[in-house]
């Protein structure tokens, strides 16, 4: 009989349990996940470029060659259409970034990242990450071709802060609205028809043409509840009008920073109730 002593036998060490990731790790990882989708190709960088530069190029130098403001003491209406096309952009790009979330859902990687040791709300985080990204890109070139087109602007360091904030929360809005639609809504084709009426029809309420003080008094009222509307205001504010006209118009304080706040405040506050909102339909979601 063999016999076989105990320091003979050789342990296998237990294997060590991998480690779980950071919040932020996860996150990062899932941003650059979401470039890498959204932007494989050459094509897909350029396309969302085209809007702001038709705009800043051929749209609003045209609507102020139709209703000029020269002499009249307000600012001028080539720039005040190209930072009321803010607008408009933000809305678009994060509409387009939820049917993203629409495609993981569906036929992508759904269900590997919710089976990873990740927080959910990093899913979220990095397709947002992305969104206010794209977002940013797409007015600094709106801004740049204005600036080349001969657009001037009216821009102090306090004033950049108030315009990149008031950009920063209208986005996370923006994008934490089409994370709902983009979990709520079982097609892109439903998501897509919903897109004009989440997008577009605010932003032709909002001062985005013309003063929300030139509508009817119903339509102003409605105009001083969006989310569009202040951002607008506060953007303009910040690079335009150092009057604070839209400001004034929505609270009719005479204080600038009093109305500037205020409007920054109530962007927050729908910024943080979507994005709550936005992060509770995607955990119900998910386990649906």
């Known amino acids: 009989m063999t016999t076989v002593s105990a320091a003979a036998v050789t342990r296998r060490p237990l294997p060590h349990p991998g480690r779980r990731p950071s919040t932020f790790d996860a996150w990062l990882t899932l941003a650059k996940r979401r470039v890498a989708l959204s932007a494989r190709t050459p094509r ?4 969302p470029l085209a809007t702001p530069m038709l705009f800043a190029s051929v749209i609003a130098p045209a609507l102020a060659k139709m209703i ?4 009249h003491g307000g600012p001028d209406y080539r720039a005040f259409v190209i930072i009321g096309t803010v607008g408009l952009l933000i809305p678009l790009t994060c509409a387009f970034a939820g049917i993203g979330v629409i495609v993981d859902r569906t036929t992508g990687a759904r269900r590997e990242l919710l089976a990873a040791p990740i927080p959910r709300a990093a899913i979220v985080a990095g397709n947002l990450a992305v969104a206010i990204l794209t977002s940013l890109l797409q007015i600094t070139v709106l801004l740049l071709v204005g600036l080349a087109r001969g657009t001037s602007f009216d821009a102090t360091g306090t004033g950049f802060v108030w315009f990149a904030v008031a950009a920063v929360a209208f986005t996370v809005f923006a994008y934490s609205m089409a994370e709902i639609l983009a979990n709520r809504i079982p097609t892109q084709e439903e998501y897509i028809g919903l897109t004009p009426v989440v997008a577009i029809v605010p932003w032709f309420l909002a001062g985005s043409l013309f003063p929300i003080t030139s509508m009817p008094v ?3 009222w409605i105009a001083r509840f969006l989310p569009t509307t202040h951002v607008l205001a506060l953007i303009r ?4 009008d150092r009057q604070a006209a839209g400001l ?9 920073t009093t109305a500037a706040t205020l409007s920054l405040l109530v962007l927050c506050a729908w910024a943080g109730m979507v994005t709550a909102l ?4 995607f955990k119900k979601a998910s386990v649906t």
């Open 44 to 47: 897909e960088i350029l396309a």
């Open 68 to 71: 000029p403001t020269a002499g």
């Open 218 to 220: 119903g339509l102003a």
């Open 237 to 240: 504010y910040g690079l335009l």
């Open 248 to 256: 004034h118009s929505i609270w009719g304080v005479s204080s600038n």
């Open 278 to 281: 936005s992060l509770r339909v």
